[in-house]
């Protein structure tokens, strides 16, 4: 989609604003990251703080929670919607943008420090180093997508949520360390492309 169309769908009169504005769908997508991320970060960090002062800042499970709970406060409610989630799976696909993690700004610090612990945890449990990024895609993308899709039917079918929140989250901690710790089968070490 366009800035143009961006504009449009947007209400806009002025359909070159968003353009005007930020110069760039890039530029755009990162201001709202931006206004999203830097709760998000500070509360990230200050949760790898806490982990850090109990012995446990490179302890897989305290790693998962430093990643799932900070980014479900963006979930919006029954009633209350929200829309982030799914944003950051679609923005995720913009090249250049603070989704895909490249460039150093300061509100990615928090997942910047995630993923190099969990990096390290996953080296610690003996995944071998060929299967490591893989795993980092997998635990994120399995993360963002489980909070994402509750997003969405929270908005959508709510008369189909049947986890309350708290369990909820609690199995996506439990299935996003399970995840990332699963054992690495032969089938890995046979072709490492396809």
């Given at each position: ?92 696909l ?11 700004r ?37 993360i ?51």
């Amino acid at each position: 989609m366009s800035l143009r169309e961006i504009g449009a769908e947007a209400g806009q009169r002025n359909t070159g604003a968003a353009r005007y504005h930020f110069g760039s769908k890039t530029a755009l997508i990162d201001a709202v990251l931006r206004y999203r991320m830097e709760p998000i970060n500070r509360r990230r960090l200050a949760m790898l703080e806490g982990l850090d002062a109990e012995g446990r800042g490179q302890e897989l499970r305290g790693l998962t929670d430093a990643f799932v709970y900070p980014l479900s406060d963006q979930l919006g409610d029954v009633g209350r919607p929200s829309w982030y989630l799914r944003f950051v799976l679609q923005a995720v696909l913009v090249g250049g943008s603070a989704a895909t993690l490249e460039g150093d700004r300061p509100w990615t610090s928090g997942v910047k420090t995630l993923r190099r612990r969990v990096l390290s945890a996953l080296a610690d449990l003996g995944i071998p180093p060929s299967a490591r990024q893989d795993r980092w895609t997998l635990y994120g993308g399995f993360i963002t997508h489980a909070l994402a899709d509750r997003e969405q039917t929270l908005q959508l079918a709510p008369e189909q949520v049947r986890t309350l929140r708290t369990p909820f989250l609690a199995h996506v901690v439990d299935a996003a360390v399970a995840l990332a710790a699963a054992p690495v089968t032969a089938a890995h070490h046979q072709r490492r492309s396809a």
